[in-house]
């Protein structure tokens, strides 16, 4: 038996555009003589929907757009379509007016139906809020061409593994349930998110889980990025006895093939796609796909971008470039009298390596401008924050203007580690519709500079010969800087960032206390700075655009923190502390 | 047997100071006779206390202080705290790692844990992401004292009514649960948020599932404001006839007692506070108290705004004169050319009525800076949005100038109409740390500023003799206008504002579809526009301040949409709705 994976890109909400994906796929899986397509999680109206669930012609129109799909399928090709569905029962017996649901497409018609039973509700995902839980597992058989048992899961149903994780994370098992049901192989649809080593991680897990059930499984993963949230795809394919048999592309669509053995119901060797060999690789990938998907799903096609000299805006320039094509990124240079030359000189020459168009707007007229309309009010004050501020919000302004003026989207280019102890401004450099590298910490942005420039740009495109300084080695040399006034460096104001990702990283990923991050090692006196720097900043981040998760845990859909909150963990208070809630059933996993 | 209830005001995080809310409470209950003293929902940590709950430290800080409170505490009290209390069973069994808790704290010790069973998860709810359900209901005596079975219920617990709704909206039933064990009478600890009409709802639902099992219910409901969400107070108590026989003051602090007579278990009638008189007056109250509390909340004393001489400014200011004191008010006059000479004399006017300080910068200076910067870009194109928008957000970096300099929250003015159609300036006038009106409807703003005139600041402020024109007239009867250009008004982009406010709440917090809204009466062009407008606005409002939440549905923490979303409703598409899946389970409340 031969069975197709579709990992789909769809676009959230384009409940058409997302049929016809399927539709083409399974064109071409019926022509290469496959008898099952599977498809990805809720992969008719794209995962996450979020609150369009409850809107009823939304729930209406995929309804309907599951039954004209089922008719102009591949009569002999079944086809597992994820999608939501009504839960029938909700009137009777209460719950949630929906499922998570796996619909099998079979000769014109709705076939079965199966629900998922594992809805996670942690970090960036909601799904008590819109599904009821499926009471049980099911299988269904492909009758008259095979005798094969198939399993049906979705997403999380797979995820709770006492034995791999060392703890339940749900009271049911849908994998062994059905083991259990004797079922001959498990199929997956997943909408699963991407962090930095989450590949491995799945694998790990799946293959323990295989082995432990002698069951292959059949992973089938979303690709492409909704909002914050990116997909890596990465589907895969493991035999009864955990062996990887197949794995399809990262960070693309991909339409791949596995046959099963009808004799021994085991699987046959297919393709295995490598995966990026670095994380910096893995970031880079997610972060191309996450600004292409962006802008093309936003209806964009150009984007604008400020470039400062320094090192955050470069990645996001080079990002950029590589996401759309260096003709639709347009950079613009906004020196103050503050600035120094380096940062116009250092940023043409990025912009040079990058084939992008600059434009220079010295804004010197626009702080005069309001230096004239403050002057009654300012006039017997230092000048300080409210000062640097303003040259930030000019620049935010003027970047918002040529948006505005031109239609390109704006892009912002502020890094983890300022996002987290507020080291930005609000309603200046913060501005943009999209936080390009907002969950990368400033280490990793230096970390993925450094590895574009020794092998990445050139392993990226294919047709370099040598590896090329993409990024000019003075941005990466230099100490950073806002100039926002004269020898303003970053580490006046905050610990160096080695030692600053590290405690930010143990906090906000690990959610260690204050007091665990101090036995690790860290200054007291800086772990309460930086605990309070981050509490503090939780209303700018309240106000940021989303920004593309690639770590554990990122600021965001994942991370709900009130404002007024005057919890300050100390580094010496006397409690005990409880263990931590994780905010999903995943451990640490480090990068290389 | 007198029982005390604290309808308290607890600051999130804050849990030493919340203690000694609860102390002090405690210490006032027991020297009036009282045996048992009611707290609220959390009201240790404040509700929602959202990710903090995966911080180990606080939740081990939680505990801590719940045994050293039990020690405080006078000794003969009986006193129920909301804590968030550590699942033990989940390391065994799965599920969440936390119990939404009432503790009973007697004798000095913990004597008593009760689980909260009904976890909302929807609208501004995540319970499902941090507690894991009770098993079964559970109730307590005070031996020795007296013979009452006491059953404990959190919340939602009594929110499940299958006769009240029509509906099951769960699978189980606390109330009845506890009625079948046989209990005297069912407390409630509640952090319910506010909107309009809500008491009238909460008191009607209770009255009936007190009467059908014949227990008296007595609700203890937290107040305050917490970021976007207000919490109205309004605790109350029913015999067992589900009659009225106790209500607390709205939208303050309050500490109030009931007697229940041993002799027939039932309780004796006890002073009930009357209800805000109008729609008009419970947004009123609800928006003063949740502006005292962010700003007192956040460490700030002062507020600046921007004040445009027309009625949305105009109800904020009145709204942070009467929160904080016109001593603590900055209003902020930025004409530009294209201002109206009315909308400075307006303005001025009700700074006059309210006494509140004023400056004015006009801003054609700073216009004239950036229009020298972007006169190289801009040379060649027509002046439009772009140039419309830089004025604005001219405004917004002022007003967060003058915050930075002088240390003043900024709040920001814009209503909900503008909000949902995103007829609104992202990092310009949605500048601010909180949106006193976000979720105020344009018409509900305009009846809102003619109650204050006709009598509402006269019944806030008791000592005035007459009713008093504190919003002026001219700024009530002339068209709105963003005065973005000559002669602009809000109408030549938008429906009459009684049209579009009608679509808007048939829409977002009714749920209902498109077609249906043009069945009930609107024209489905305008209907198409407005449902459009809503959805490409979802990139401003993701990046919006906080909002005090006063209808069913806000944006906000109970709007969670997708930003890139292709999904556009249409009023012709001839698929059949579902049945809309309802963010809560209460019905539609029409205010009168």
Redesign the interface.
């Known amino acids: 038996m031969k069975i197709a994976i579709a990992q789909l890109n769809p ?5 058409s ?1 997302n049929a016809q994906r399927i539709l083409d796929a399974a064109r071409q899986a019926a022509e290469q003589g496959a008898q099952l397509l599977l498809t990805t999680e809720l992969s008719l109206c794209g995962y ?14 995929i ?2 757009e599951l039954k004209s799909l089922a008719q102009s399928l591949p009569p002999d090709l079944a086809v597992l379509v994820g999608a939501p569905v ?1 839960n029938e029962r ?9 499922h998570n649901a796996a619909v099998l497409l079979h000769h014109g018609k709705i076939q079965q139906t199966f629900f998922k039973r594992l809805l996670p ?2 970090d960036v995902f ?1 799904e ?3 599904f009821e839980p499926g009471k049980e597992s099911g299988w269904f058989e492909l009758t008259g061409e095979s005798n094969l048992k198939i399993g049906v899961t979705i997403c999380e149903d797979l995820w ?1 593994d006492e034995e791999f994780w060392g ?5 049911v098992k849908p994998l062994d349930d059905l083991a259990a049901q004797g079922v001959d192989l498990v199929v997956n649809l997943s909408a699963s998110p991407f962090c930095v080593g989450k590949q491995q991680m799945r694998e790990a897990m799946l293959r323990h889980g295989a082995k432990r059930c002698q069951l292959p499984i059949l992973y089938a993963n979303q690709v492409g ?3 914050d949230l990116l997909f890596d795809g990465n589907s895969f394919a493991l035999n009864q006895e955990g062996n990887l048999m197949m794995r399809a592309a990262s960070f693309q669509p991909d339409l791949v093939y596995v046959t099963v053995d009808e004799s021994n119901g085991d699987l046959e060797p297919a393709e295995i796609v490598t995966l990026p060999n670095c994380p910096e690789a893995e970031i880079w990938g997610a972060l191309v796909m996450g600004v292409q ?2 802008v093309r ?2 209806g964009f096609r150009r984007v604008v971008l400020g470039l400062s000299g320094g090192i955050d805006s470069a990645l996001v320039a080079a990002i950029a470039t590589a996401a759309l094509g260096a003709e639709n990124v347009l950079a613009i240079l906004m020196p103050s009298p503050y600035s120094s030359d380096h940062s116009i000189s250092d940023a043409l020459q990025l912009a040079e390596n990058l084939g992008i168009a600059t ?1 220079a ?3 010197q ?6 230096d ?3 002057e ?3 006039a017997d ?1 230092e000048p ?4 640097e ?2 040259q930030s ?2 620049r ?3 970047l ?3 948006s ?2 031109f239609g390109h989207l704006l892009i912002s280019t502020g890094n983890k580690s300022e996002m987290a102890v507020g080291y930005t401004t ?2 200046g450099d913060m ?1 943009g ?1 999209l936080a390009v590298i907002a969950d990368v910490p400033k280490t990793w942005v230096f970390a993925v500079c450094r590895w574009l420039n020794e092998r990445g740009w050139q392993e990226w495109h294919h047709d370099l010969a040598t590896p090329q300084e993409v990024i000019p080695q003075n941005i990466l040399d230099k100490p950073p800087s806002a100039e926002l006034k004269p020898g303003q460096v970053d580490q006046d104001s905050l610990p160096p960032y080695d030692e600053l990702d590290d405690i930010l990283e143990r906090f906000i990923e690990n ?6 991050i101090v036995a690790a090692g860290h200054d007291p006196a800086i772990v309460e700075k930086v605990v309070r720097l981050v509490t503090n900043a939780e ?1 700018k981040r ?5 920004g593309l998760k690639i770590t554990e845990r990122a600021f965001g859909t994942g ?12 580094t010496t ?11 999903k059933p995943v451990p640490t996993y480090a990068p290389q």
Chains 1, 2 share one sequence.
């Open positions: 676009t959230i909400g384009d409940i555009g996450p929907p979020k609150d369009l669930l409850m809107q009823p012609s939304f729930v209406g129109a309804a309907q009504l909700s009137h009777l017996n209460g719950g949630k007016s929906l509700t942690y909601d008590d809020r819109y709770n703890k339940p994370t749900y009271g990025g909704n909002d998907d962006y799903k936003c434009h707007l010295p804004i007229p626009a702080m005069q401008g309001f004239t309309v403050l009654p009010l300012f004050t300080g924050v409210a000062e501020n303003i919000r000019i935010g302004t003027l918002m203007a040529i505005n003026k609000l309603y501005n519709g959610h260690e206390s204050p007091r665990a209303f309240k106000q940021a655009p989303p991370w709900r923190m009130p404002i007024a909150n005057r919890w300050r963990p100390s208070h006397p409690t005990e502390d409880t263990p931590a809630p994780p905010s």
